[in-house]
């Protein structure tokens, strides 16, 4: 069966194996036998972009209501999605800014060592590749492909375009356990299983089209079609006087 998440699924955490809705996996650490629900997943991940924030202007202690109105959340529903990674933070006090962000990024898993491979060196792989933003937050690119042998051994950024039907060999050398598909439709299914095929089992997906993958593979698609269509809708509704009054 096929393990996917949209961008109209509100599950942030890649399925595995399983239907979207699904409680996603155990996280490890102070709370790993608690499962966290998907959204929660979504929440925690703003969060810690709040914390760093404060981290990085120097505040060392932030109350529930602070942070909660600074992730756009409720103070109920910010405590409720910390008590799932075993933070409950401290009456009058509130919680450490930097211990919590640690917390949150042990949780998230973002304490492995994430190796990233882009397959597809066209203008979103390039831009993908050039983006200074993966590195901060724990994520290390380490190859980009392309099938066009006028772009391979092209410079992007500090890497050179790896030519893909050398894909394998360059995944098991670099050590990458992420594989972000920039490709058109076309080609997205064979490269994809190509990708399972050599061990990586966690893709992200810009392709505009629906990927087979087995169980066991970590799968999520961006479409960022849908996402300009369902901005569309709204930006209409916004602009259209309400008729039901």
């Not at 909660?68 to 409720?74: D, H, L, N, R």
């Not at 990024?105 to 060592?113: E, I, K, R």
Request: hydrophobic fraction near 45%; include cysteine; proline fraction near 4%.
């Amino acid at each position: 069966m096929e393990g996917i998440v949209t961008s109209l699924d509100p599950s942030p955490h890649a399925v595995q194996g399983t239907e979207a809705g699904h409680s996603a996996q155990p996280v490890h650490g102070a709370e790993s036998t608690k499962q966290i629900p998907p959204a929660a997943v979504a929440r925690l991940t703003i969060y810690l972009r709040a914390l760093n924030t404060l981290l990085s202007d120097g505040v060392e202690r932030v109350s529930s209501e602070s942070l909660a109105e600074a992730s756009g959340v409720s103070s109920s529903t910010l405590r409720k999605d910390l008590s799932y990674v075993g933070s409950y933070g401290t009456r009058g006090v509130g919680y450490e800014v930097q211990y919590l962000s640690r917390h949150i990024s042990a949780a998230l898993g973002l304490t492995h060592d994430w190796k990233v491979a882009i397959v597809g060196a066209g203008n979103l792989g390039k831009a993908l590749a050039r983006y200074g933003g993966f590195e901060s937050r724990g994520f290390d690119v380490v190859a980009i492909f392309d099938a066009d042998q006028m772009v391979v051994g092209n410079e992007v950024g500090w890497l050179r375009v790896s030519d893909s039907a050398d894909m394998e060999a360059v995944l098991q050398r670099t050590g990458a356990n992420m594989v972000v598909l920039a490709l058109p439709a076309h080609a997205a299914q064979a490269v994809c299983d190509r990708v399972v095929a050599a061990g990586v089992h966690s893709i992200l997906s810009f392709a505009p089209v629906m990927l087979q993958v087995p169980e066991g593979v970590n799968l999520r698609k961006v479409d960022m079609a849908t996402e300009l269509q369902i901005l569309a809708y709204h930006a209409q509704r916004a602009q259209t006087p309400d008729q039901t009054a």
